[in-house]
């Protein structure tokens, strides 16, 4: 059963930080590009980072500097860090896997004082 399954959402202050992990299952993980979506209310969902097999990194210019996209192939997984946190920052944040077209359910992450 192929799945991937997304933690580490909540509530953080402006300036804060969280990581968001990934587990995958069910895939051969470290042929896969692996990246992270968010949508904010009322917004389309927008490519936050994306890390392809071999390691490289994109990164979304609204959030360069700020967030880290990292994997772990031994444990089947890929992160997100995330620092210097805006209110802006405030979506869902969805796991995505490539070939296949794969998403995860989702995080909730919500920036505010």
């Known amino acids: 059963q192929v799945q991937l399954v997304e933690s580490g959402g909540g509530l953080v202050q402006p300036g804060g930080s969280l990581r968001l992990s990934c587990a995958a299952s069910g895939i051969i993980f470290n042929i896969y590009t692996m990246g992270w979506y968010r949508q904010a209310p009322g917004k389309q969902r927008e490519l936050v980072a994306t890390i392809f097999s071999g390691g490289s990194t994109n990164i979304a210019d609204s959030v360069k500097g700020r967030f880290t996209i990292s994997r772990d192939n031994a444990k089947n997984a890929v992160s997100l860090q995330m620092n210097s946190l805006k209110p802006e920052d405030t979506a869902v944040y969805y796991c995505?896997?490539?070939?296949?077209?794969?998403w995860g359910q989702g995080t909730q992450v919500t920036v505010s004082s």
């Open positions: 995505y896997a490539d070939p296949g077209a794969i």
